[in-house]
């Protein structure tokens, strides 16, 4: 395999999580007596520029589909971080009518409804047909592609650049990196602003994320090898924000590499942290796979001793990340009955490869649980508030990332 950055030679593995469909592929009834596909899950780390990386067997093109399920607008905590910094970069840039934001992968409008109100020009790039007709009914003006330079040629050709380009949690899921940054460097206005999130590479190696490594994720970042990917494409960081979202993520502040804002301090913090976390040690990934398979055999036996001690146990959240750990654990229905999901998109379909049915989360009020498994992590403690009520009947909250815990 080659790095899909440098084109370096690739041979250590950070993680080997066997075989898995691709986590978004919720199934219907009809699909159950239908042959599902399974790609080899491998995660492999380059020694050159470090970017860490899925191993290569499938296509984006066949990840996200026009019925893609996951809806930004479900999580409330991620709506509220969301406005934070719609209303913090208005202030920050002083936008008003006269400039242009763009966000790419806009999903269903999650984010850019707030520049809406906020009457400042908005553009939304989302390839997938189900959440960018809902962005549309927002009143958000999108273009149905994925992005990259040939897309961003063409909307600079046609007049279309940004002083505000944002991108969050969707650098992972780029096949070309090069192509994707290039794109956004033809895509910015000199003086412009580009703001990339994604979950910081060190705190998976640190709290064994290893639930968040799935095909539609092609990569996991460092501000190490971001910086490297940037440089390489005439761009760079300028300023780093340190986030909760997704269990520890990273907000850059990117401009074009001859722009006259100086780096911050942020910067050369964020990279030494790093440094001194090993990020550019290969020991630090070579004990990553033993680590993930002590969470496995943890939650193999705490299901096991359900079944055996006669308790209930249901799962809250059928996000992609709980369908990484479920399969990789060989988790079953005959182990977890049922997942809870709010997503309607969800609802009355199944789990890919475990075909846990997912319901509603009213089945709850009936069922109530002696366990409640929340599968998306990074937001438990929405959804304990939500919850509350089960609590109060008994039902017990764990998670099982880093470890097994009662929360």
């Not at 976390?277 to 939650?299: H, M």
Request: proline content about 5%; some cysteine.
């Amino acid at each position: 395999m080659k790095c899909r950055h440098c084109d370096s030679e690739i041979s250590k593995t950070m993680a080997d999580l066997r075989f898995a469909p691709p986590s978004n592929a919720y199934l219907t009834e009809a699909d159950l007596h239908k042959p599902e596909i399974w790609f080899p899950l491998r995660i492999m780390v380059c020694e050159q520029c470090w970017l860490v990386q899925t191993e290569d067997y499938s296509a984006a093109n066949g990840l996200f589909t026009q019925d893609y399920a996951y809806f930004s607008s479900t999580s409330s905590s991620w709506l509220a971080h969301a406005k934070r910094f719609c209303d913090d970069i208005i202030r920050d840039l002083k936008l008003n009518k006269n400039h242009q934001v763009v966000e790419i992968a806009c999903n269903d409008g999650y984010l850019l409804k707030n520049f809406v109100e906020a009457q400042i020009p908005c553009l939304g790039i989302e390839p997938t047909a189900s959440t960018a007709e809902a962005a549309k009914q927002l009143n958000i003006p999108v273009i149905g592609e994925f992005f990259g330079n040939t897309l961003a040629q063409k909307m600079a050709n046609d007049g279309i650049q940004a002083n505000l380009i944002v991108a969050n949690n969707v650098y992972a899921h780029v096949p070309d990196i090069n192509d994707f940054t290039l794109g956004l460097k033809t895509l910015l206005k000199p003086q412009g602003t580009i703001t990339l999130e994604f979950q910081h590479v060190l705190n998976i190696l640190k709290f064994t994320q290893f639930d968040t490594l799935y095909h539609e994720h092609f990569s996991y970042h460092s501000l190490h090898a971001v910086n490297s990917i940037l440089f390489h494409n005439q761009l760079r960081v300028y300023r780093v924000v340190p986030l909760s979202t997704h269990g520890g993520s990273l907000r850059v502040y990117i401009c074009h590499r001859d722009d006259p804002r100086i780096t911050e301090a942020s910067v050369t913090n964020t990279l030494k942290e790093e440094a001194e976390g090993g990020i550019t040690r290969i020991s630090t990934y070579a004990v990553f796979q033993a680590r993930v398979e002590a969470i496995k055999t943890q939650l193999q036996l705490f299901l096991l001793e359900l079944k055996t001690s006669g308790k209930s146990i249901a799962a809250y959240g059928a996000a992609a990340k709980g369908n990484t750990l479920l399969n990789y654990a060989g988790v079953t229905p005959d182990l977890l009955p049922f997942v809870c999901d709010a997503a309607p998109s969800k609802q009355h379909k199944f789990m890919p490869g475990s075909h846990i049915p997912i319901v509603a989360p009213g089945v709850l009020e009936k069922y109530k649980p002696d366990f409640l498994l929340i599968l998306p992590w990074n937001i438990a403690d929405e959804i304990k508030t939500q919850l509350d009520y089960l609590r109060k009947a008994g039902t017990r909250f764990i998670t099982a990332i880093p470890e097994l815990r009662e929360i």
